[in-house]
């Protein structure tokens, strides 16, 4: 059955597909006299190492996870944060109940070649500043880049706060620190595109960060997802890590 925002990378190399969520009893609304089916968020870990043709299975997340943010690197792939299954702590009336939620937590997933085995390694890196879902991470000459957007308060009718931070994994584990940076100059979304490229600038081909595109919802007066009211975005940016300056760029053609 086919999973949803599973957390890929690869090390060593494998290919680790982890976790995702689906709906494996029916779609989420109602057919005729069935129910709407429920979403299921997976721990399962799938391997496949180059050359293999049969996925590796026998591993399992510490917990559900689905939509996490996820780097690979030499020491493996980082899963940042993401959307998990599990009691939740209401702070208005003090009750647990569980739900789905979003999470700050930073797995390892580490491919060991020789023993075919799967390390997973809980807390490898300081928690993200804000619990994340939706969010994308990539890796620039082993600095962890993290672009987020969240609603400031359960009042929040849309997303309307910027995260932007980093993490150098060139400093020893115990100075390693999440960095709050400039936020880009539009609209907070989720679901965007980040990606790692080359560009000229001033004559020299230069590695730059590329954000483009990307999603926010709405919620009604009552507090509700107006699903016909969900935004998406065709802008894109550039930010320059020596600069630390954001610049906007030509929008994607309206599709």
């Known amino acids: 059955f086919g999973l949803g925002g599973p957390n890929a990378g690869v090390h060593n190399g494998a290919l680790i597909v982890a976790g995702g969520a689906n709906f494996p009893n029916g779609p989420p609304w109602k057919v005729g006299n069935q129910p709407a089916g429920n979403k299921v968020w997976h ?3 799938y391997v496949l190492e180059q050359g293999d043709t049969k996925w590796r299975d026998s591993f399992e997340l510490p917990k559900p996870l689905a939509y996490a943010a996820a780097v690979s690197t030499a020491e493996g792939v980082y899963l940042l944060g993401g959307e998990s299954y599990g009691n939740v702590n209401n702070a208005d009336s003090g009750e647990t109940t569980p739900a789905n939620h979003p999470t700050a937590d930073v797995l390892l997933l580490s491919w060991d070649q020789t023993t075919k085995q799967l390390q997973i390694t809980e807390n490898a890196l300081p928690p993200l500043p804000r619990p994340c879902q939706y969010h994308r991470a990539v890796v620039l000459d082993r600095v962890i880049y993290v672009t987020a957007s969240h609603p400031k308060n359960t009042n929040s009718q849309m997303l309307d706060v910027i995260s932007f931070w980093s993490l150098d994994l060139n400093q020893r ?10 936020p880009w100059p539009g609209p907070p979304r989720e679901k965007m595109a980040l990606a790692v490229q080359e560009t000229m600038i001033d004559g020299k081909s230069t590695p730059c960060l590329f954000m483009v595109s990307g999603a926010t919802w709405m919620k009604n007066r009552h507090g509700e997802m107006d699903l ?3 935004k998406f975005f065709t802008d894109a940016y550039r930010y320059h890590p020596g600069t630390n300056q954001w610049k906007v760029l030509t929008s994607l053609p309206v599709l």
């Open 43 to 45: 721990r399962a870990i």
């Open 228 to 230: 016909s009211r969900f």
């Open 173 to 182: 584990p115990r100075k390693r620190r999440w960095t709050q940076l400039p």
